[in-house]
Structure formats: structure tokens, C-alpha cells
């Protein structure tokens, strides 16, 4: 029997934020797996960042999409978050559904934090099972927590205290990673003894980089055909993340002086590594780059670009570059992406990320291991860099990808299906 989940989510197509497609990857393959989707979603109209019309095109033309009216800020911007701004239009959407007996769970995936909450609301008020899911971790003490009435601080008081009530009644936690979850149950004994838990990755789908290269969009990080070699990082640098950018580019300046002819075509790209998703000038990796001598090798868009964009920027690169975590837990769900790129890796993780073996054991690139306590010397970056830029014996039709269909979006939502079965059972029976 086909049972109904809506998925609450901030953004949805044509958003850009990266948050818009763990809600788009489920929608398009829970019918598979006996699960008919809603998308509750804020209205496009409301949202503050650039859309793109061309993600529209990839949503499955089967999901239905409920745009809940959102508090605009065009006007007067009282506040940025649209899980605050469309909080009160979800819950109306939901609370419709379920009275109308439309859907049989409610998940909510965050950001935005501040939607969390409708799950429970509506549990409390129809009974409807519900469950978060974390794509990241929701309680976290930033830089700037014990200064007293600063963002930082208001919004991690708010956390403590909006988690806990939350998540209580839960049925399903799901996250990317375990680490994700771990304090959130640490804090929340009960959740963590009563609700059904699962983990899957962001995952990654071909018909994406399909739909990419139909749009035919030029490159502007950089030229394909200059004759420079072309890496690029994509994402945001996590704060555990600096130590291994630091070794990373440690590894450039010590190239340098041993291979100079290898550094001297040798182009690094980030983008979307700043300190704020829309800020052109909130650089992190060029200061670095500049301090270690190396800025002549390194270019930052520290502000996003859009999916499609990326997508297109990796595939027409020469090389993918991720760095993860000092933290064991961290496992980039970008890996899959990356292979669907069909461009070579170079990876810097800790040793017992499971990403590690994946890329390995496929041949589909280079990983420098890590520990949580040291990162790799300059030395060992550099010997790594230079045999991998020097390597033309990358074979994409070599790769054996099922190994790595764990990271794929159909995965995960097979994953999601299997957590919902149980939640419900749980649900049934208690």
C-alpha cells in the first residue's frame, strides 16, 4: 500500500541553496519505494537569494508542490529565515493535509532550523507521525556564542531551546551522518532510545549533470583550454575543515620548490568558501594563500554559484578537489557527485572516513589520509600533488561505480523509504 509523506523544507526549485535538493533527490524517487510525496516548500516570491529557473526542469513532473504563502521582505525585512517567515503559511498547509487525512508522516529537513518545530505542532494537533532530518548539525557554539545579544549568540540560545521541544515525540531521525546527530541525542536520551534513526548521503543523480551539459553554459572561474591545469573545490569550508585547507595549501608552496614546472600550471579554484553564502568579499582561502606565498596558484569565489553552474564547473575541470575533516565522522556526500563529473579526485580525509576506501578501492583518485589529532606534512601534500597531476592514467570507464551506488540519490531515498516503513510501525505500535 502507497502510504504519503509530506517533505517541509525551505527552499525547493527554482532555489538555489544547496538545501533545496535533499527534499528534489526524495521526491523524485519515494514512488519507487512506496512513497507518494508532497513538497510543502516557501513560496519562490519570498525568497532573498537569486533563483534559477533551469532547476525547475529537474524536478520530477510527478511531485506535487505546495508553495505556503511566505512573509516577503521587500518591504520591511524584519528577519532573513524563511522557516520563520513561511512558518505560519506551512503550518496551514499541513495542518490541511492532515486534517483532510492527505498524509500519513511529516518530514521536516533543516535548515531552515526554525521549520523544525511544524512536525511536532502537527503530530500534538492530528496525530500524523513526524521526523527531522539533519543536514547539519543544529545546536553549534560558533565563534561569537558568548558575546551577549550578537547573532551568534541569540541564535544558539534559540537552538537550546527550540531543539529539545522539537524533537521530542519524534519518530524518525534521519541525517546525513551519524556525527550529525550525536550531540542532539547525547542531550536528548529519550529520543535517541524511542525514535527510529537513519543516515544517507546528500546523494548525487546523473539526470543532473545530464540536464547541465544540454544548458550548454560557459565556464567563468576559469578557461577550459588555456592549458593550465584546472582543480576545483566546491562547498563551504567547515570549521574543522581550516586545518586540512591549511595543510592543503602548505602542500602548493612546498610544490614549488620541488616540482616548479608542475606548480607553474597548476590552478586551484574554490567557490562558495566564504563566510557567508552571499558575500563577494568574505574571503577565507585567498588570506591563507596570500600568507603561504601560493595566491598566484589559488582564485576563491567565496560566494555561491548556482547547482547547475557547479555541475557544469566540475565537469569541464581537470580535477575535483575535496577536503573534508579532522573529525572521523565526516564523509563528503560530494564523492558521487564528483565521479558523476567523470574527472579524476584528489582528496585529503581523515583516515577513517569512509569516503576513503571508496575513492581507492574504484581507482578514482588520490587521498591524502588524515588524523584527528595531525594533518599530513607539507612534503607529503606535495609528493601526492605532483604524482597526481603527472598521472595521465585516469580511466573514468575503469571506475567501477557500483561500488560508490551507496552515495547515489536513488540510495538514499531507498534508505529514507526503509526509516519511514519503520517509523510508522513504531508508530502503530506504541
Known amino acids: 500500500m502507497t502510504r504519503t509523506v509530506a517533505l517541509v523544507t525551505g527552499h525547493f526549485p527554482p532555489s538555489n541553496l544547496v538545501g533545496a535538493h535533499r527534499a528534489r533527490l526524495w521526491s523524485r524517487y519515494l514512488p519507487e519505494f512506496g512513497w507518494t510525496p508532497i513538497v510543502v516548500t516557501g513560496d519562490p516570491a519570498g525568497y532573498e537569494e537569486r533563483p534559477d529557473p533551469d532547476l525547475e526542469r529537474l524536478v520530477a513532473p510527478h511531485v506535487?508542490?505546495?508553495?505556503?504563502?511566505?512573509?516577503?521582505?521587500?518591504?520591511?525585512?524584519?528577519?532573513?529565515?524563511?522557516?520563520?517567515?513561511?512558518?505560519?503559511?506551512?503550518?496551514?498547509?499541513?495542518?490541511?493535509?492532515?486534517?483532510?487525512?492527505?498524509?500519513?508522516?511529516?518530514?521536516?529537513?533543516?535548515?531552515?532550523?526554525?521549520?523544525?518545530?511544524?512536525?511536532?505542532?502537527?503530530?500534538?494537533?492530528?496525530?500524523?507521525?513526524?521526523?527531522?532530518?539533519?543536514?547539519?548539525?543544529?545546536?553549534?557554539?560558533?565563534?561569537?556564542?558568548?558575546?551577549?545579544?550578537?547573532?551568534?549568540?541569540?541564535?544558539?540560545?534559540?537552538?537550546?531551546?527550540?531543539?529539545?521541544?522539537?524533537?521530542?515525540?519524534?519518530?524518525?531521525?534521519?541525517?546525513?551522518?551519524?556525527?550529525?546527530i550525536a550531540g542532539m541525542l547525547e542531550r536528548n536520551p529519550e529520543v535517541a532510545g524511542k525514535a527510529v534513526q537513519a543516515f544517507m548521503p546528500m546523494g548525487a543523480a546523473a539526470e543532473d549533470f545530464e540536464l547541465a551539459k544540454t544548458l550548454d553554459r560557459p565556464t567563468f572561474l576559469f578557461q577550459p583550454d588555456d592549458g593550465c591545469f584546472h582543480m576545483i573545490y566546491a562547498g563551504a569550508l567547515l570549521p574543522a575543515g581550516v586545518g586540512v585547507l591549511d595543510a592543503f595549501l602548505g602542500g602548493l608552496a612546498e610544490l614549488r620548490k620541488r616540482a616548479p614546472?608542475?606548480?607553474?600550471?597548476?590552478?586551484?579554484?574554490?567557490?562558495?568558501?566564504?563566510?557567508?553564502?552571499?558575500?563577494?568579499?568574505?574571503?577565507?582561502?585567498?588570506?591563507?594563500?596570500?600568507?603561504?606565498?601560493?595566491?598566484?596558484?589559488?582564485?576563491?569565489?567565496?560566494?555561491?554559484?548556482?547547482?547547475?553552474?557547479?555541475?557544469?564547473?566540475?565537469?569541464?575541470?581537470?580535477?575535483?578537489?575535496?577536503?573534508?575533516?579532522?573529525?572521523?565522522?565526516y564523509t563528503p556526500s560530494k564523492v558521487f557527485q564528483a565521479l558523476l563529473s567523470r574527472r579524476p579526485?584528489?582528496?585529503?580525509?581523515?583516515?577513517?572516513?569512509?569516503?576513503?576506501?571508496?575513492?581507492?578501492?574504484?581507482?578514482?583518485?588520490?587521498?591524502?589520509?588524515?588524523?584527528?589529532?595531525?594533518?599530513?606534512?607539507?612534503?607529503?601534500?606535495?609528493?601526492?600533488?605532483?604524482?597526481?597531476?603527472?598521472?595521465?592514467?585516469?580511466?573514468f570507464d575503469a571506475i567501477d561505480m557500483s561500488i560508490h551506488e551507496s552515495l547515489s540519490a536513488r540510495a538514499s531515498t531507498r534508505a529514507l523509504a526503509e526509516a519511514l516503513d519503520r517509523a510508522l510501525g513504531i508508530e502503530a505500535s506504541s
Open 345 to 395: 579526485i584528489f582528496a585529503m580525509l581523515h583516515g577513517e572516513s569512509s569516503a576513503v576506501d571508496m575513492i581507492q578501492s574504484a581507482g578514482a583518485g588520490r587521498v591524502v589520509a588524515l588524523t584527528q589529532a595531525t594533518v599530513s606534512t607539507s612534503v607529503a601534500v606535495a609528493c601526492e600533488l605532483q604524482a597526481f597531476v603527472e598521472d595521465t592514467a585516469y580511466d
Open 261 to 329: 614546472d608542475v606548480a607553474a600550471r597548476l590552478r586551484i579554484h574554490f567557490v562558495g568558501t566564504g563566510t557567508s553564502p552571499d558575500d563577494p568579499q568574505g574571503h577565507r582561502v585567498m588570506p591563507r594563500a596570500e600568507a603561504l606565498g601560493v595566491a598566484a596558484m589559488v582564485t576563491e569565489h567565496p560566494h555561491r554559484i548556482g547547482y547547475l553552474d557547479t555541475l557544469n564547473h566540475l565537469g569541464q575541470s581537470d580535477a575535483i578537489l575535496i577536503l573534508g575533516s579532522t573529525e572521523p565522522h
Open 64 to 180: 506535487r508542490v505546495i508553495h505556503a504563502p511566505t512573509l516577503s521582505t521587500r518591504t520591511v525585512r524584519l528577519v532573513g529565515d524563511i522557516g520563520v517567515r513561511g512558518f505560519a503559511g506551512c503550518y496551514r498547509v499541513l495542518a490541511g493535509l492532515a486534517a483532510r487525512r492527505e498524509i500519513d508522516f511529516v518530514l521536516v529537513t533543516i535548515p531552515s532550523n526554525f521549520l523544525a518545530p511544524v512536525g511536532r505542532l502537527i503530530h500534538r494537533r492530528y496525530g500524523v507521525p513526524f521526523g527531522i532530518d539533519y543536514q547539519d548539525p543544529w545546536v553549534n557554539r560558533w565563534p561569537g556564542v558568548e558575546r551577549p545579544f550578537t547573532k551568534a549568540w541569540t541564535s544558539y540560545r534559540l537552538a537550546c531551546l527550540l531543539e529539545p521541544w522539537s524533537v521530542r515525540d519524534a519518530t524518525l531521525i534521519t541525517a546525513v551522518a551519524p556525527g550529525y
